[in-house]
């Protein structure tokens, strides 16, 4: 058994360890016929598609190609039509540097943030609660007119976790400027804020922003680099379910890094979380006009569904969007933010899908934002009542610590039997995989310990890939 696990943890350290050069890809808006949802996760992992609707028993997805010629388009499912040929050309009017018009440009979203502080430094405060690859800060405004803002009820808003996603970042400002404009003006919006502390992070991806605003308005990922490929999809880099419903290619536009947290962006918002211990969060992406809620990473109901089963329909009553978890209502998507900030970090964690585009008509950001303001307004309502019944998740104190002693030993242990491994003459990871295949036939204890494994959601991202190679077998 010892001598197994040598072999399984060999293989979990060379699994993902595959690189491809980074080409930008032609992007196709294409439908096609929802057949079987476990699908879905696995052609998004393939690479070749990005699913962004799912309704009415179809799909529509992005297709990618590795290499700007036609022949080179990913498996095509049964029934497949093309929407749009190429993506980019309906977003022509933004694609060129400078033409961001309407929409907050990565240095707007600072000063704005910086001004409201300035203005109002009663109820707001500025600041970087990380830098990114490329250096820049990602900007934060704390909104609160509590004396103790530590002792009141707290929550997280944040946007543009991906770069295209332009419209996510809209939201966040527009709900600024209701709360900080309305505190003077407003009775109802001066009891919520002296109540309560509200942080929000427009622009939680700024390398992303500047790249997709100024050089390829499609970019999904941060702009983090290693070796020849760039960025990583920050919403699949948190730690539960890390590693399900992406892909371990660098070149893809789901690539979830080479270990959870790996990203600034990531562990920026994951050192907020755990200073601040927000009680609720609610991040925004584009589109799908949905109101999502944990699990993404498993299509099991998630502990106290009821509480976020209410509160998701009642925004989406809010909203007129479509409420469900991620991986019911979606397929399954592992590493995403929510997950973890449940899990974790004992949050209610919700997410809109906004709208029906990426980049809106400029025209259109304020009806957008003016359609969503009752939704979010009823999670900001509901925050005291939500504090004090924090998650059934079993992430108290106690039990973060209990993990992270776990984790570390877990990440000992990796590293002793790879270097026992690597004495013993290493492997290819065939080999590797064959030996195992054949240890988990004879020894009952080792198959049982890995399907126990790969159950745990702390690390169902690393053995289930493994699980599904050995079966191949
Ligand atoms: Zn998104």
Redesign the pocket.
């Known amino acids: 058994m010892a001598r197994a696990l040598v072999v399984l943890f060999t293989l979990l350290s060379i699994l993902p360890a595959f690189a491809e050069p980074t080409i930008r890809p032609r992007l196709r808006k294409v439908t096609f016929p929802l057949t079987d949802r476990h699908e879905l996760s696995a052609l998004e992992a393939s690479g070749g598609f990005e699913i962004v609707e799912v309704a009415g028993g179809r799909v529509v997805a992005l297709q990618r190609t590795e290499r700007p010629d036609e022949t080179a388009w990913v498996p095509v499912p049964a029934g497949l039509a093309v929407l749009s040929e190429d993506v980019d050309q309906e977003l022509a009017p933004f694609s060129a540097q400078g033409s961001e018009g309407a929409y907050h440009s990565v240095a707007e979203n600072q000063s704005e943030l910086a001004d409201w502080a300035a203005r109002f430094p009663d109820l707001c405060r500025v600041e970087s609660i990380g830098r990114t690859f490329e250096g820049r800060d990602i900007w934060a405004l704390r909104i609160t007119g509590a004396a103790d803002p530590k002792t009141v009820p707290r929550m997280l808003i944040f946007g543009l ?2 770069a295209r ?1 332009w419209a ?1 970042a809209e939201l966040p400002h527009y709900i600024i400027k209701k709360l900080v404009n309305g505190y003077a003006a407003d009775p109802a919006i001066k009891k919520i804020v002296d109540s309560r502390a509200i942080w929000v992070v427009p622009v939680t991806n700024p390398d992303g922003l500047a790249y997709s605003q100024g050089q390829y308005t499609m970019w ?1 990922k941060n702009r983090s680099r290693r070796g020849s490929s760039v960025g990583v999809d920050i ?1 699949r880099n948190f730690e539960v379910g890390w590693g399900l419903g992406s892909s371990s290619s660098p070149g893809s536009d789901v690539y979830r890094g080479p270990s959870f947290a790996s990203e600034e962006e990531t562990r920026a918002v994951l050192a907020l979380a755990q200073r601040e211990r927000f009680h609720v969060t609610l991040s925004f ?2 589109y799908s006009e949905l109101v999502l809620y944990p699990w993404g990473y498993s299509e099991d109901d998630p502990p106290g569904k009821a509480v976020l089963a209410r509160h998701g329909k009642a925004m989406a009553q809010a909203n007129g969007y479509t409420p469900g978890s991620v991986a019911q209502i979606l397929y399954v998507a592992g590493g995403g933010t929510d997950d973890t900030l449940f899990l974790r970090h004992g949050c209610w964690p919700f997410t809109f ?1 906004l709208g029906t585009q990426f980049v809106p008509p400029e025209n259109q950001i304020d009806p957008l934002c003016a359609k969503n303001w009752p939704a979010v307004l009823h999670l900001i309502d509901a925050l005291p009542g939500l504090a004090q019944t924090p998650p059934p998740v079993g992430v108290a104190a106690t039990a973060s610590r209990r993990l992270a002693a776990l984790e570390q030993a877990w990440v000992r242990s990796r590293t002793a039997l790879f270097e026992d491994m690597q004495g013993a003459g290493g492997s290819t990871v065939d080999e590797l995989l064959a030996t195992l295949a054949g240890q988990v036939q004879t020894d009952p204890a080792l198959a049982g310990e890995i399907e126990r494994r790969a159950r745990d959601p702390r690390l169902v991202g690393l053995y289930t890939p493994l699980v599904r190679a050995i079966r191949m077998r």
Do not use: Y
Request: overall charge negative; proline content about 0%.
């Open positions: 976790i991906h996603e996510s999904r919403n992406h584009a899908e």
